[in-house]
Every structure is written in structure tokens, then in C-alpha cells.
């Protein structure tokens, strides 16, 4: 089984910064596509940044410029640093790893359990 655990969500005023950090624990093969997700008060969840394995970005254009995702292979780790927060960010932030458990031929993708991201004007 693996586990992802999400840190680093909170209050910030308008223009400020937080560190998301996520980490994967368990039976780990290896982990391709990691990423964050976001979801507001009755919004779908939306794509927010994910990173491939081999470093590739991609950002929603919302964030583009102010968050920027990297990851931390040796720790299982995923992180986003999001800078210049506006009250629109607002959410709770999932992070997300496509896994491939040890033993297993194929990837699943594992969902960490939301932090809150709240942002004051």
C-alpha cells in the first residue's frame, strides 16, 4: 500500500508565499507523473502543476510564472512553491503520484488527503 501526506498548507495574506510539500511512503517501485490538484468551494478539481520524471513541467495558466512545482526522487517528495498568492488560489490542494508498487508491473495513480490553502485580501 502507499500513502501520500501533504504539509504546508495555511493562512496567507494576498502577495505572500507558501511551500506545499507531499510525501509517498509504502511498498514503492517507482513514481512517473507526480502533481498538484485544487478544488474550491463548489468548483471541480482542477490541475494545478505536475512534473514527469525525467523534470518536465506543466502549469495551469492560472499559477503560470508564480508557483513552481519540483520534486525530490530520493524522498518520494513533491513540492510547490507558490509565490505572488491571490485570494482566487483559494483551495484545497491535493498532490497526486502515479506509482508503480513493488512487485507490480503497472502505475496507479495515489491521491494525498488535501491540505487547505486560504488567502486573505
Known amino acids: 500500500q502507499v500513502q501520500l501526506v501533504e504539509s504546508g498548507g495555511g493562512l496567507v495574506q494576498a502577495g505572500g508565499s507558501l511551500r506545499l510539500s507531499c510525501a509517498a511512503s509504502?511498498?514503492?517501485?517507482?513514481?512517473?507523473?507526480m502533481g498538484w490538484y485544487r478544488q474550491a468551494p463548489g468548483k471541480q478539481r482542477e490541475l494545478v502543476a505536475t512534473?514527469?520524471?525525467?523534470?518536465?513541467?506543466n502549469y495551469a495558466s492560472s499559477v503560470k510564472g508564480r508557483f513552481t512545482i519540483s520534486r525530490e526522487n530520493a524522498k518520494n517528495a513533491v513540492y510547490l512553491l507558490m509565490n505572488s498568492l491571490e485570494p482566487e488560489d483559494t483551495a484545497v490542494y491535493y498532490c497526486?503520484?502515479?506509482?508503480?508498487?513493488?512487485?507490480?508491473?503497472?502505475?496507479?495513480?495515489?491521491w494525498g488527503q488535501g491540505t487547505q490553502v486560504t488567502v486573505s485580501s
Open positions: 497526486m503520484m502515479d506509482v508503480r508498487a513493488r512487485y507490480s508491473v503497472s502505475f496507479q495513480s495515489y
Open positions: 509504502g511498498s514503492i517501485g517507482s513514481i512517473s507523473r
Open positions: 512534473i514527469t520524471s525525467g523534470g518536465s513541467t
